[in-house]
């Protein structure tokens, strides 16, 4: 099956959860573990990639041993094109709508895509906004970050990620921001699109992934949780909460 219907499959029975991992943050060994350890917890796909210090080494070793350890779907999340993981299941094509340097938009993409074709990986469209803090993403991707109280912005930039025909909309406050992108945000951005809504940064606690999904957020994404070696107990009651939400499609 491929990624995408995977994913439509899922949201027809409920909210998803990805965790996320960065292939700079850990040893490759630790990273399978990692993915062994969400996929026990009940994450529904594994995520690959990091704002600063992937390289097609790392990237790739870090593919190979969550491939080794788990059998959820592996989905590159990439940043730049210098770096595209052959081996994973399927890539987050993306465009960073917000970003002040045309590299972010199309540059990248323009670059990679055709080793993306040759290698037949599944693509998965996704327009990315990133939203105050930003944190390391907006720095290095130079948003020109959504304010958090500028939710007809945000609503503007997802309408035309569907219009684009991207298949998915990603909220995104940043890796370890303080406060994740607010719910009214996500509420009205879901009320605008058809597209399922995927929101990552600043998630870590059950509550607040309920809050969200309640919202509207129908993929919640976590990754700065899993970086700390004892997360088994966090990780299963956001999944739970997540889960527990009913699906919008």
Do not use: W
Not at 111 to 117: F, L, T, V
Not at 205 to 234: H, Q, R
């Amino acid at each position: 099956m491929k990624v995408k219907a995977y994913i439509d499959d899922g949201l027809r029975q409920r909210r998803l959860h990805m965790t996320l991992i960065d292939p700079a943050k850990q040893p490759t060994s630790v990273a399978g573990d990692i993915s062994e350890r969400a996929a026990a917890a009940g994450t529904d796909a594994i995520m690959v990639g990091g704002s600063t210090g992937v390289t097609q080494e790392n990237l790739d070793l870090t593919v190979d041993q969550i491939k080794s350890r788990c059998a959820l779907p592996v989905i590159y999340f990439p940043s730049r094109a210098d770096a595209i993981a052959k081996r994973c299941d399927a890539v987050y094509f993306m465009s960073m709508l917000n970003s002040r340097n045309v590299r972010n938009l199309t540059g990248e993409q323009r670059k990679g895509a055709p080793m993306i074709k040759r290698l037949g990986l599944e693509t998965i469209s996704m327009g990315y906004i990133i939203v105050e803090p930003g944190m390391k993403v907006g720095e290095v991707g130079e948003a020109d970050v959504v304010r958090r109280d500028d939710v007809d912005r945000a609503v503007g930039y997802a309408i035309a990620a569907e219009l684009f025909g991207m298949a998915l909309v990603y909220l995104e406050a940043g890796s370890g921001a303080p406060q994740p992108v607010p719910e009214m945000m996500v509420r009205e951005v879901k009320n605008n699109v058809g597209v399922p809504v995927v929101v990552g940064g600043g998630i870590n606690s059950p509550e607040t992934a309920e809050k969200l999904c309640s919202a509207g957020a129908d993929i919640i994404v976590t990754g700065t949780l899993v970086e700390n070696g004892d997360f088994e107990s966090s990780l299963e009651a956001i999944i739970k909460a997540v889960h527990g939400c009913a699906s919008h499609f």
